[in-house]
């Protein structure tokens, strides 16, 4: 008769995506990540915060590391991943600004218990959100205290809005009045 020893061979986990988009709020320090995508082949647009990783192992445990980042600012100080569940979100303190830097991109890898690994790549896309627009006076405006109702003053000031992009820099209004009342 013959004896057949059967050895188990690490298989290595697998993204269950492909082309993962993650988006995140701009201005919004701190919060997770959302994709959307089609956790092959029975659960299409579902959303999720970890991307879907399989393994034909069973009873397996998986760490996750971001291993490169393209885009402004270093790899830590922007995106960071929980090494245990896989959640990916901004680092506490940091928001990210649409206008600057409307997408990123990230690899992300796996490693299982048998130091079998897979690496994906993310993009990820910041949600454009309305910014406050911002007002700066070039010089303090003094009128008399006895002047009298409707005596004009004239200001400079700047408006700014980063949603909107002009093709100068900034809006500049000199000499706008500005009338008194009492």
Do not use: H
Not at 19 to 46: F, H, K, Q, R, Y
Not at 77 to 82: A, K, P, S, T
Not at 98 to 108: C, R
Not at 142 to 168: G, Y
């Amino acid at each position: 008769f013959v004896i057949i020893n059967v050895v188990d061979i690490n298989a290595p986990p697998a993204f269950n995506v492909t082309d993962p988009i993650m988006t995140v709020s701009e201005n919004d320090a701190g919060a997770t990540l959302n994709g959307t995508w089609c956790c092959e082949p029975t659960c299409p647009g579902v959303a999720c915060n970890v991307l879907p990783v399989r393994d034909d192992d069973a009873g397996e445990t998986f760490e996750w590391k971001i291993t490169r980042n393209d885009g402004p600012g270093e790899l830590s100080e922007i995106f960071e991943i929980d090494d245990t569940t896989g959640e990916i979100k901004l680092n506490d303190g940091v928001a990210i600004d649409y206008e600057t830097d409307p997408s990123y991109s990230i690899d992300v890898r796996v490693l299982d218990s048998g130091n079998a690994e897979d690496i994906i790549t993310v993009t990820i896309n910041a949600i454009d959100e309305n910014d406050p627009p911002s007002i700066t006076f070039f010089a303090p405006v003094s009128i008399n205290e006895d002047a009298l109702q409707n005596t004009l003053a004239d200001m400079s000031f700047l408006i700014s809005d980063e949603d909107v992009r002009l093709t100068t820099v900034d809006t500049v209004f000199p000499g706008f009045s500005l009338a008194v009342s009492r």
